[in-house]
Structure formats: structure tokens, C-alpha cells
């Protein structure tokens, strides 16, 4: 399938853009901030052939490129996507373009190197979703951390340092071993190819022993529990999600997070479906304490910021149980029926809380940008002066709280159905979200939006702009069409996701 | 049945809706309720339609979908409608209600700030409740049910700055959650069990999964069907406000009065009824859960009713009085009586509509005071209102020939005649039940209605009322766009179930909707017995139930009007039983100084003791200190530059990749 690099467009016009929006200058300020929308926009626009021109129903990697990138390693230069990384790759654009819009004039310092560091973000981020070769996606992976840690380094609160090293360890120290294992797989495909292969797919059909098998998933598993992130390597998330620019927080929650799920889908699932067997119960747990554990923790906060940090770790939870559910599926019925819902429920909740958790950040940030604080106690009575936002607000809150007719449901509704399958238990506890998620969430909305005035602060606070309206507003049209109507979007990833369970439930020790 | 007739009746009030909410400044408040009051009737006038096509026409049930909300593993989940006699009559019900609700607000809320808001809320509840009742699957159901659950909340909390409407409203939607906890695992029982989400298919798969068994704990084997049927009945808990999630709907009554009668009366708190009604195939198969459902139902009749016999407040007395029948209903349903169960819905929707609306119209003339003590003698200054709550009253206690007397009697036979596991408990506390019944709701008419007038002092103490409109001396009768509605509900409170009874209990009215296996067939037996309604009435001098009623409103007339000093003297002698009940069975006090900072503090303890001190402290402790020693160093760089060396980083990098994508 030859193509014309379309996706590598979509990798290097935000990259390029990026730099071509740093060589602007402070006194270009005005021009970096179009120039940066209209690249955004572009990318955006040039992603969504990427979702119409799809074709769901194959399990096959389309808009493929491949060149050789590094003879010596057998390294290709290979991009692609099916249809796991490519509503990733859309989410990515189109957030992207909401971010710049949301910080137009939010930033006074450094303007165009802000636009410049996120852009970049954005090229990195799609060669993240897009490597079909296991050391480019490492690239990506490990380079994409640069631009987050200046956006939170730079434009950061106040503790900034300290989250941004906090956030750069944990995440770098994670994928370290993750490089091992990409190398030891390497080595070990040089056994039936011709000089070994870093592709992915290579990856996929290697044959592997159980004791490999186990360490590669453990070390995959650090480097993606991490990023999701699971309990208990997630108290990162909290200090960077505080520290970081709203424009950060959001591409943060929304998107970086979602390369942990990505990770799974992608390489511990096919690359070690035993090990995945042997150990799902592991991430199971992990996910079940992150959707109790962390519900309850999100009760306590008293700063919005961490509140959302800590609900995106309970909703983040949802994705891993998912796409685990398979195993102990096959083992409760002796049948894969609910194997696919639980990994549909995963994708969607990663879609979804893209928006919602995006959403959510903005939310905050509209009533930072006036109060200067995260505070749920310097709030309350919001909605006496701020009517529209309170609505958006109130909206996206009760979307996070998994409301029917929002994406917020879609995802959580189809990971409790398909857990039913594996364990009345599973479900039970995956449903308190239901409550614990509404409890945290609204209990929030009442005190900082509903309630008389609370003080001059509010009393003084103004209503949306033009430009906070449009960007709220594109959010929640996107939240409810998905809530409302999520066919296509499953039909996108139909072949990929019958592929997937496929894959993860073939044992790779019969060959052996 | 034409699909677009169905889908212009869901639509309309959501379009409006739509209009009143987002363009409420531009069409105005004339505009806002033109808009919703048009279409919300003309939802009434095409459902009215549907229902005589179904049964004077004889069309076939409705079953289509719309559109396919998703396909997962297999599984497709659409959008559609379900309309049969049962979905017809709930639509004729809830738009009837709805329509009348909505012209009583233009007079309830006319000096409110938020009155398009008000109309906008109203129409998309109408809207919710259609899909909730039209729904032909799980999903569309749960999101129906959702749904109401949301408007509610936003109605309930619709005065945002009071707290106690804050508190009130995240109370009822947590508490509604807690239920929608066990309706979302019954659906996933549901799914895994039947493969489907469809009515049809998995009703018809009902008597195969009989058989099939659970392990919830090891080694325990739990009939399957009853796993299904408890989760989704606790769903009917939350929403219809049975024991003990019932204690969000006092509370509810923090709203404005219209959706106390639309919302937390009429319509959305039956959802849970139609919800079994609609689930009977499912019931049928499963006598343990039956016997919950009878239990549970029994208990919420008597007991909430007792609380309505100590509260001052009139709309709270209502309320309680709500509680207890929505206990009634249950009980029916329980008792596999389905079809009294919703008759009896719909007399109550009725006639405790228009207690409600009655007790607003009160309201307005008190100036917004709801405390009986401070009321009295109201009668004569407000006739229409009086009588027409009268007849709501009347109804509501069973008098004979009242259409609340052709359902109550009815259900207390039924219950009578269960074999059902718990049916005895049931009898005697529905029947107790019409003795409470009629003491709070005579106590309500006579002390807001009869008696010495103890408002003028309190105006007097009170100086001058804030509200603004002409304060002037004596009470009066409310605007016509107030009295009307419940001139119109007082006319079904007192005729309906004359009229109704035969076909819709005895008759083949439910015949496809809802289905009972033959030993439960109580409903089938009192057939046997039925010879008209004239019959009914005079068969009803042998029962307890009419006695109980009379004696019922006996001592409410002695203790509220012949010797006002009783009530002090009962409850001097009965404190412990009053204070029982003044504090709600303590339900309240234990949600509120147990569960909830139980919670808290847990959450508390796991991000302090969790989060911070083991993960952050202890197992991250040696890299936080080198983290904190490497931030001393980085604190000496300039920022500026550790900065613009990271840029370089990442160009150089866009550069070798390029060059060596160029080079080879």
C-alpha cells in the first residue's frame, strides 16, 4: 500500500511548523499564534481522510510508508495505522488545535516558543501512534517527554521544578527498560530473519518462551504502568497535572496517557500473550484498586487540578481492565464472547476521556485564568456570574460522573459488561464508579459552582469569551455526538480489535 | 403505528427544550413557554392518538429501532421503539401531566429570574421520560432512566444559591446512583446471560436461563435469573424511592413546586414501577426476587406513610404520602399483580399531581410560607383550590368510587390473594396503610383548609413579604393558568377509574406487555369475582380497607378540628414514637454522621497514608531526596538556557533523522 506519506505529513508539518514558529521570535509573537493555529488546523484537517478513508472492517496496517532508516540496526523509517492508533492519532490533531486556540492569550511569556513546544508535542505524539518499528516508535516515545517537560518546566506553577523532575524520572526511568526489551527482541528475531528486525509486527510473531515472555511484559509493564499511569507508580500525575500550564494538563491527561494504553494494546498483549495470561490478574488488580482506591483519593482533594489527575487514574483504570478481561473470560466460559467488548470499551474510554478530561482542564483553567486559584475553597456560587461556563461545566462534570447520552458512558458501560463475562466481582466493582465517580466529581460542582456568591473573587468574575465559548463548545458537541452515536467509531476498529483478541489469546509456547 | 408520529412525539418536547434553553434570551419568557406548552400538548394529542390506534384501531405493537447506537463483539445495540398498551398509556400519562404542569408554571414561576430555564428543564424531562417509556431495550432504558435522574437533579437544585436545594439535589442523584449501581450489573448479567439487550429476545430466552446458576461466592449456586432480577429491582429502589433508598425524596421537595408534582409524584419516581411491570417476564421466573420485591414495598407503604403523620411542611406531608404509594405499587408488583401495579400508577399520577399542584396553589397564596401550623381556614378564600384538592384528597384515601378506590382495593385484594413468600406481611401492612393514609391526608386538608386562621399573625410578626406582589390583607384564589391545571387533573382523579378498571385490569389490556405464570395469577382470580364496577364498590362494604379509611378521617377530624389539644396530648404520651419519626427512622442521621464522612475520611486516609506517606514517602523516598538534590542543582541553571538546550535536542534530532532518511 503505497502512499503518499500522508502520515508522515502528519508526523513533520507540526515539527517543522514548530521550529518555523520558534524562528518567528518574541517581537513576531502575533504571527506565531496564527501561524501555530493554522498549522494545527492543518493537521487536523489533513487527519480526518485518516478516519474517513479507513477502512474498519480490515485488521491491516493502512497508509503505510516504509523506508530503511538505519541500515546498520535493520531500523525501518515505517509508519501506519489500524484502527487501535488511529482515533489516537485524530484525537492528537484535533486536541492540538483546541489547545492553541485555548492558549492564545493565556501565555504572555515566551508566546511563540509556547505554540513552538506543543506543536512539536503534536509531530511527536503522532509518530508515537503511527511507528510501525519498534525503535522509531522508541524515538518518539522517549523525545516526546522533551517538549512536556519544558511546557511544564517554563510555563508551570509554582512548585514547577519538583514536577517536572518528578515527571521526567518516573516516566524516564520507566521506559529504560522498555529499550531493553525492544533490544532483546531484536536480537532474538535475528534467529529468523536476515539480520533481525525492529518492526513491530516482526515483534508479534516472534516465538517466545514463557520465562522471556514474562520478563519482557514486566518490563514493558513498568514503562506503560507508568505512563497510564496504574497505582501505585501514578503519584507523579497529581504534582505534574498542578504544576503544568492548562494547555499541558490537557494534552497531558488527554493524550500522554493514553500511549500506556496504547503500549498495552499494542505490544504486551501480542508480544507476550502468555505471560499476559499468566499475569492478568496483576492488571486487573491494579486496575480495580485504581478505580476504588483512586475514587476515594479523588473525594479528598480539595484542588480541581488533582481532583481531575486523580479521576483520570480512576477512568485510565478502566481501559487496562479491559483490555485484560480476555483470559479470565476464557477461563469463566470457556468462550471469547466479551473479549472484544472489553478492548472496544478500552478504546472508547481512552477516546473519551480525551475529551472529557481535555474538557474538564479547560474548565479549571477558564477559572484560573481569573481567580488564580485551583482551590475548590476560593470558589462557589460560579454560576451566579458565570452562567454559560456553569453549564459547560456542570455538562462535562456530569460526563466525567459516565452520564448516558455522553462519551463518559460508552466506554465504562461496555468494560462493566464485558467484565460481568469474566467475574461477577470484576463488575461489582468496576460499577462503583457509578457512584464513587458522581460522588467526587458533583460534590465538586456544588461547592465551587452552585451556592451564593462566596466572595468578591466570584462576585467580580466575568462569563466566557468568544474564544473559550468556541473551544467548550466544539468539546461538548464532540462529548454528546460520541455519547449519542458511537457506531462509527467501533466500526473503525471492528477488524483490529477480532484481530487483537486473536493475537493475545494465541499461545506462542506451542512452536516451542 | 407510524414511526413518525413516535418519533415527532419524543422530539418536540426535545426540540423545545432545545429552544427554550439555548435561545431563552431571544424568544423571551412569552416565547419560552409558547414553544414548550405547544409542544409538550401536541406530544399529548399524538400519543392520545397512539393509544386509540393501539386499542380501538387494534394496530399491532410497535417494534423498530431507529438507528444502531453501536455493535461490540457481536452485540447490537440500537436506538428504538417499543410501543404496546403499556408504553401508550405511561405516554399518555406522562404527557398528560406534563402538559398540565407546564401551564401551571406559567403562573407558579412568573416572577422567577430563571423561567425559560424552568420551561427548557420541564421539556427535557418530558423528553427522558418518552425514551425512558418508549424504550425497546436495556440500554435505551438505562439511558431514559439516567436521564430523568439528571433533570431531576438540575430541578431539584434549580434555586442554586439555597444550600439546602444543593444538598438536596447532589443527595438525590447520589442516592439514585447507588441504585443505578445494581441496574447497570443487572444489565451486564443480562447481556452475559442472553447475549442481547433487546426486549424481545431476551424475554423470549427467559424460561431457558431458569435453570442456569451462579457462584457468586464459591461454592454457593444462585439461581441466575434472581441475581438478575435483585440488581435490576435495587435500580427501582433508587428511582422509586423504596426503603431504604427513599430518603432522597423528601429532600427532592427543595424544588419548585411543578416538579414535585411532574417529577418526584407523577411520572419519574414510577419509572422504577414501570421498570418491573416491564420486567414481569423476567420477575415471573424468579420467586425469591419477587418476594423482595413484595417485602420491600410493603415496608416502604407503612412505614414512610407514618412519617407523613408528624411533618408540618404540606409539601413534605405529600411527599411521604408519595413514599407510601409508590410502596403501594411495588407491592402489586410484587404480588405479580403488574397490571394493578400500573393502574394504580396512573390514578396516582392523577390525583397526587393534583395534590401537589393544589398544595403550590396554596403556597402562593401563603407567600411561599409551607408550614401548616401557620395555615387554617383556607377554604373559604380559595375555593377552587379546596375543592379540587378535596377531590384529589378523597381519591387518594379510596373512597368508593374515587379512581384511587378501584386501584387500591383492587391491589389490596391481589395482595390478599398472593401465594408469593411474604404476601401476609404485605396485606397487613398495605391495609394498615389506608388508615395512615387517610390520617396525614385529612390532617393536611384540615389543617391547611379548616379551622381557626393562623396566617394573619404570622404576616403581622412578619412585618412585610419580600416577594413584592401586593401583600394586601387576605389570601386569594390563585390565576387561571394555576387553577386550571388542576380543574383538568381533578377530573381523571375522580372518574378515571370507574371508566378504566375493567379493560385495563381485568380486560386483555396488558396482555402482550406483561406476562404472569399461572400460580401467580392473582389477578386472574379476582376476575373471577368481578361483576362492574358497581359491584366493586358495594363488595368493598365487606372489607377492612373502607372502614379503616372512615376511621381514618374520623380522628383527623377530631384531632385537628373537634379537639385541637389531642395531637400534643398523643405526643406527650407517645414521645419516644414521635421522635421515632420526626427523625426519619434515623436514616438521615446515619447517612449523613456515618456513611459520608466514613467515606471521606477513608478517601482521606488513602491519599495521606496511601499516596503521600507509604508510595511517595517510603517507597519513592531515596529517589525523592536525590529528585530534591538534583532540583538544587537545576535551580542554580538558568531556566533559559536549560531550555533552549532541550530545543536544541529535539532539532537536532528532527535533523539526524532527516539526513538519514535523505541518505538512504
Redesign the interface.
Known amino acids: 500500500m503505497g502512499n503518499f506519506g500522508h502520515l508522515s505529513f502528519l508526523v513533520w508539518l507540526p515539527i517543522l511548523g514548530g521550529v518555523a514558529v520558534l524562528l518567528l521570535g518574541e517581537r513576531r509573537a502575533a504571527m506565531g499564534r496564527w501561524a501555530a493555529l493554522a498549522i494545527a488546523l492543518v493537521a487536523f484537517v489533513a487527519s480526518v481522510p485518516l478516519f474517513c478513508d479507513f477502512d474498519g472492517a480490515s485488521a491491516a496496517m493502512q497508509f503505510v510508508e516504509r523506508m530503511p532508516w538505519i541500515t546498520a540496526l535493520n531500523a525501518d523509517y515505517a509508519l501506519g495505522v489500524d484502527g487501535i492508533s488511529m482515533p489516537l492519532i485524530v484525537l492528537t490533531t484535533f486536541l492540538t488545535v483546541l489547545v492553541v486556540i485555548a492558549g492564545w492569550t493565556v501565555t504572555e511569556k515566551r508566546v511563540t516558543q509556547y505554540f513552538a513546544a506543543f506543536l512539536i508535542m503534536e509531530g511527536l505524539m503522532v509518530g508515537v501512534f503511527a511507528s510501525l518499528d519498534a525503535l522509531l516508535f522508541y524515538v518518539f516515545w522517549e523525545a516526546m517527554l522533551i517538549p512536556m517537560f519544558i511546557i511544564i518546566g517554563v510555563w508551570g506553577g509554582p512548585r514547577r521544578v519538583y514536577a517536572t523532575i518528578k515527571f521526567f524520572l518516573y516516566t524516564f526511568l520507566g521506559s529504560v527498560l522498555m529499550l531493553v526489551a525492544l533490544i532483546y527482541m531484536f536480537i532474538q528475531t535475528q534467529a529468523i530473519l536476515p539480520g533481525g528486525s525492529y518492526s513491530i509486527a516482526a515483534f508479534h510473531a516472534l516465538p517466545l518462551g514463557m520465562t522471556e515472555q514474562v520478563l519482557i511484559f514486566l518490563a514493558l509493564l513498568l514503562a506503560f504502568a507508568v505512563k497510564v499511569p496504574m497505582w501505585p507508580v501514578h503519584t507523579w500525575l497529581p504534582d505534574a497535572h498542578v504544576e503544568a500550564p492548562t494547555g499541558g494538563s490537557v494534552i497531558l491527561a488527554a493524550i500522554m496517557l493514553k500511549m500506556g494504553g496504547y503500549g498495552f494494546l499494542r505490544f504486551s498483549l501480542p508480544i507476550a500473550p502468555d505471560a499476559s495470561r499468566e499475569l492478568d490478574w496483576l492488571i486487573i488488580g491494579l486496575s480495580l484498586i485504581a478505580v476504588v482506591y483512586i475514587s476515594l483519593v479523588a473525594l479528598a482533594q480539595q484542588d480541581m487540578k488533582k481532583l481531575i489527575a486523580y479521576s483520570s487514574i480512576a477512568h485510565m483504570g478502566f481501559v487496562t481492565l479491559g483490555a485484560f478481561l480476555a483470559y479470565d473470560i476464557q477461563a469463566n466460559t470457556g468462550a471469547l464472547a466479551g473479549a472484544a467488548m472489553g478492548l472496544d470499551g478500552a478504546m472508547v474510554q481512552m477516546i473519551s476521556h480525551g475529551l472529557i478530561s481535555g474538557a474538564m482542564f479547560l474548565c479549571v483553567g477558564v477559572m484560573y485564568d481569573r481567580l488564580h486559584s485551583r482551590e475548590i475553597s476560593a470558589y462557589g456560587g460560579v454560576v451566579n456570574r458565570m452562567p454559560i461556563f456553569a453549564a459547560f461545566m456542570v455538562l462535562f462534570a456530569l460526563a466525567n460522573a459516565g452520564l448516558p447520552g455522553t462519551s463518559g458512558f460508552v466506554g465504562e458501560f461496555l468494560v462493566i459488561v464485558a467484565s460481568f463475562h469474566a467475574n461477577f466481582w470484576y463488575a461489582l466493582l468496576a460499577a462503583t464508579t457509578l457512584i464513587l465517580g458522581a460522588a467526587y466529581t458533583l460534590w465538586m460542582v456544588k461547592r465551587v459552582i452552585f451556592g451564593p456568591v462566596a466572595n468578591d473573587g466570584v462576585a467580580a468574575l466575568k462569563d466566557l469569551n468568544g474564544r473559550e465559548f468556541l473551544v467548550l463548545g466544539v468539546l461538548a458537541v464532540s462529548v454528546l455526538a460520541l455519547g449519542v452515536y458511537p457506531a462509527p467509531l467501533l466500526e473503525k476498529m471492528h477488524g483490529t480489535i477480532e484481530q487483537l483478541v486473536h493475537l493475545m489469546t494465541l499461545s506462542k509456547l506451542g512452536g516451542l | 403505528m407510524d414511526s413518525s408520529i413516535l418519533l415527532t412525539i419524543v422530539l418536540l418536547p426535545l426540540i423545545a427544550a432545545a429552544m427554550a434553553g439555548l435561545f431563552g434570551r431571544f424568544i423571551g419568557r412569552a416565547g419560552a413557554h409558547w414553544i414548550t406548552c405547544s409542544a409538550v400538548g401536541a406530544a399529548f394529542l399524538l400519543s392520545c392518538l397512539a393509544l386509540k390506534q393501539l386499542v380501538v384501531d387494534g394496530v399491532p405493537v410497535f417494534n423498530e429501532a431507529l ?9 447490537r445495540i440500537e436506538v428504538g421503539f417499543l410501543v404496546d398498551k403499556l408504553t401508550a398509556l405511561m405516554m399518555v400519562v406522562v404527557t398528560f401531566v406534563s402538559f398540565c404542569v407546564h401551564v401551571y408554571t406559567i403562573g407558579y414561576m412568573k416572577d422567577d429570574p430563571g423561567y425559560q430555564r424552568f420551561f427548557s428543564y420541564i421539556s427535557l424531562f418530558t423528553f427522558s421520560m418518552l425514551m425512558l417509556v418508549m424504550a425497546n431495550n436495556f ?1 435505551q432504558l ?2 431514559g432512566w ?2 430523568v435522574g ?1 433533570v431531576s ?2 430541578l431539584i ?1 434549580f434555586w ?2 439555597r ?1 439546602s436545594a ?2 438536596a439535589n ?1 443527595k438525590a ?2 442516592v439514585n ?2 441504585g ?2 445494581g441496574f ?2 443487572g ?3 443480562v ?2 446471560y442472553t ?1 442481547s439487550l433487546d426486549y424481545g429476545q431476551v424475554f423470549s430466552q427467559a424460561p431457558v436461563l431458569e435453570g442456569r446458576t ?1 457462584e ?1 461466592f464459591e461454592g454457593v449456586p444462585w439461581s441466575a435469573m434472581t441475581l438478575i432480577c435483585i440488581c435490576l429491582f435495587i435500580g427501582a429502589m433508587g428511582k422509586s424511592a423504596q426503603m431504604p433508598l427513599h430518603v432522597w425524596l423528601p429532600d427532592s421537595m427543595e424544588g419548585p413546586t411543578p416538579i414535585s408534582a411532574l417529577i418526584h409524584a407523577a411520572t419519574m419516581v414510577t419509572a422504577g414501577i414501570f421498570m418491573l411491570a416491564r420486567m414481569s417476564p423476567l420477575f415471573e421466573y424468579s420467586e425469591t426476587a419477587l418476594s423482595m420485591v413484595l417485602i420491600v414495598g410493603a415496608t416502604t407503604a407503612f412505614f414512610t406513610g407514618l412519617m407523613g403523620l408528624v411533618n408540618n411542611d404540606i409539601k413534605r406531608v405529600v411527599a411521604y404520602s408519595t413514599l407510601s404509594q409508590l410502596g403501594y405499587m411495588t407491592v402489586a408488583c410484587g404480588a405479580s399483580a403488574y397490571g394493578i401495579g400500573i393502574f394504580h400508577l396512573m390514578t396516582h399520577a392523577f390525583f397526587k399531581a393534583l395534590l401537589f399542584l393544589a398544595a403550590g396553589s396554596v403556597i402562593i397564596a401563603m407567600h411561599h410560607q409551607q408550614d401548616m401550623r401557620k395555615m387554617g381556614g383556607l377554604r373559604k378564600y380559595m375555593p377552587i383550590t379546596y375543592w379540587t384538592c378535596l377531590l384529589g384528597a378523597l381519591a387518594l384515601i379510596g373512597t368508593p368510587g374515587f379512581s384511587g378506590f378501584f386501584s387500591k382495593d383492587a391491589l389490596i385484594e391481589a395482595v390478599h390473594a398472593s401465594d408469593t413468600a411474604g404476601a401476609t406481611y404485605a396485606y397487613y401492612c398495605v391495609l394498615l396503610g389506608v388508615f395512615v393514609t387517610a390520617l396525614y391526608t385529612f390532617r393536611m386538608i384540615f389543617m391547611t383548609f379548616h379551622g381557626p386562621e393562623r396566617f394573619a399573625d404570622e404576616a403581622a410578626a412578619h412585618g412585610h413579604d419580600d416577594h413584592g406582589h401586593g401583600h394586601g390583607g387576605k389570601p386569594h384564589e390563585s390565576p387561571w393558568v394555576v387553577w386550571l391545571p388542576l380543574v383538568l387533573l381533578a377530573i381523571p382523579s375522580v372518574l378515571i377509574g370507574w371508566f378504566t378498571i375493567e379493560p385495563v385490569v381485568f380486560g386483555e389490556f396488558f396482555s402482550t406487555a406483561i406476562s404472569v405464570t399461572e400460580a401467580h395469577d392473582v389477578v386472574g382470580e379476582l376476575a373471577h369475582h368481578w361483576h362492574g364496577p358497581l359491584a366493586f364498590i358495594a363488595h368493598a362494604a365487606q372489607g377492612w380497607a373502607l372502614y379503616l379509611a372512615a376511621a381514618g378521617v374520623a380522628t383527623a377530624w377530631l384531632m385537628y378540628v373537634k379537639y385541637p389539644h389531642w395531637p400534643a396530648a398523643v405526643q406527650a404520651r407517645l414521645g419516644w414514637a414521635h421522635k421515632l419519626l420526626v427523625n426519619k427512622y434515623y436514616f438521615d442521621w446515619f447517612n449523613e454522621k456515618i456513611i459520608a464522612p466514613l ?2 475520611s ?3 486516609t ?3 497514608g ?3 506517606l507509604l ?2 514517602g517510603l ?2 523516598n531515596g ?2 531526596r536525590s ?2 538534590w ?2 538544587g542543582i ?2 542554580h541553571v538558568q ?1 533559559g538556557y ?2 533552549h538546550y ?2 536544541a ?3 537536532g ?2 535533523a539526524l ?1 532527516a539526513w ?2 535523505l541518505r ?1
Open positions: 438507528y444502531t447506537w453501536l455493535v461490540s463483539d457481536g452485540i440500554l438505562f439511558f439516567e436521564a439528571v437533579y438540575l437544585g442554586y444559591t444550600p444543593i444538598f447532589l442523584f447520589l446512583r447507588i443505578d449501581f447497570i450489573l444489565i451486564a448479567a447481556v452475559y447475549g451462579i457468586v467515606t471521606r477513608v478517601g482521606w488513602l491519599w495521606k496511601g499516596d503521600q508510595i511517595d517507597l519513592v529517589s525523592a529528585v530534591g538534583i532540583a537545576v535551580r531556566s536549560l531550555y532541550a530545543f535536542m529535539i532539532i534530532l528532527s533523522l538519514l532518511l538512504s
